[in-house]
């Protein structure tokens, strides 16, 4: 594997959460930043090294509500 995907979205009690694509990898976050180094903690817990992704990408889906 040469690249994993995440779905990055916010979560309701605040933060964000991830769940990988083809994996079975979630984790969350406080804030992006936080986010992001649970992330690379995660995919090195989960794979050896040889089999290890080397790009992850990040797909942040936002939602947003306007009221008219």
Known sequence: MTELVFLVQSADEGGFTA????????T????LEELRQNIRE???CHFDESERPRVVTLHIVRDEV???
């Open 19 to 26: 769940r990988a694509a083809g994996a079975s990898i979630f």
């Open 66 to 68: 306007l009221v008219v």
């Open 28 to 31: 969350e976050g406080d804030s």
């Open 42 to 44: 995660a995919v090195e």
